[in-house]
């Protein structure tokens, strides 16, 4: 399996980025684009990138992590733990505030059909009437009590959920010093990495091309 294949993703779409091999091709042609793009031309843009261009900001970006993470374990663990933890506040707060919105909303549903009933009673509304609005209700407060459900996994999850910095350390002590890359190297320390589009610098030809590296265990973390 080539290095890279199943790990690049589009940062506008998120699909996947296709390999792009010629028949006869050398390695510094080859190339990845954006499935979206290749399958329909403007669902999204191509994100074309070399894969020379990945392998060397792979190479230089791995040799800083680790040379980092080496020569500063206790700064590393730190910047790690304080990304993780804005992360997990930023996101625990959006859970939470759906979560109550929901509940608020179950809670709005219940007096809604409580005074449904009252109005049948009084023959305010039919009972035909009443039997179509209260079954929508019923079935908006059942979708709700599900997404609470979920919900509130998610939130546990998230709040014991272990970092695995030191996991992540272990595997920094146990290659000493990466001169160039493998698949092993990569896949043991890569997760996933997301391709912009490339654009052009204002007042040249030139372009630039961002990509972001999600390391395993820890995430995306900038040194």
């Known amino acids: 399996m080539p290095a890279l294949s199943g790990m690049l993703y589009c940062a506008d779409c998120g699909a996947k980025l296709y390999q792009v091999r010629g028949k006869g091709w050398s390695h510094d042609k080859e190339y990845f684009v954006c499935a979206s793009y290749r399958k329909q031309k403007g669902k999204c843009t191509s994100h074309q990138i070399k894969n020379i261009q990945v392998e060397e900001i792979l190479l230089r970006e791995i040799r800083k992590v680790t040379a980092f993470a080496k020569d500063h374990e206790d700064k590393f663990v730190d910047l790690v733990l304080k990304k993780k933890t ?63 459900a979920e919900l509130e996994e998610t939130i546990t999850k998230l709040q014991e959920e272990e970092l695995n910095v030191e996991s992540f350390l272990k595997l920094v002590r146990k290659y000493t010093d990466i001169k160039e890359l493998d698949p092993e190297i990569i896949r043991t320390f890569v997760d996933k990495i997301y391709v912009e589009q490339s654009e052009k610098v204002l007042g040249t030809n030139l372009k630039k091309q961002t990509i972001w590296i999600y390391w395993n265990l820890i995430g995306k973390i900038d040194i």
């Open 86 to 148: 804005i992360e997990l506040n930023q996101v625990l707060r959006s859970q939470k505030k759906e979560l109550d919105d929901s509940k608020d909303r179950i809670a709005t549903l219940d007096s809604i059909v409580q005074n449904l009933y009252e109005d049948n009673l009084e023959g305010k509304i039919s009972d035909q009437r009443f039997e179509k609005m209260a079954k929508a209700y019923d079935e908006e407060e059942l979708s709700l009590q599900k997404r609470i």
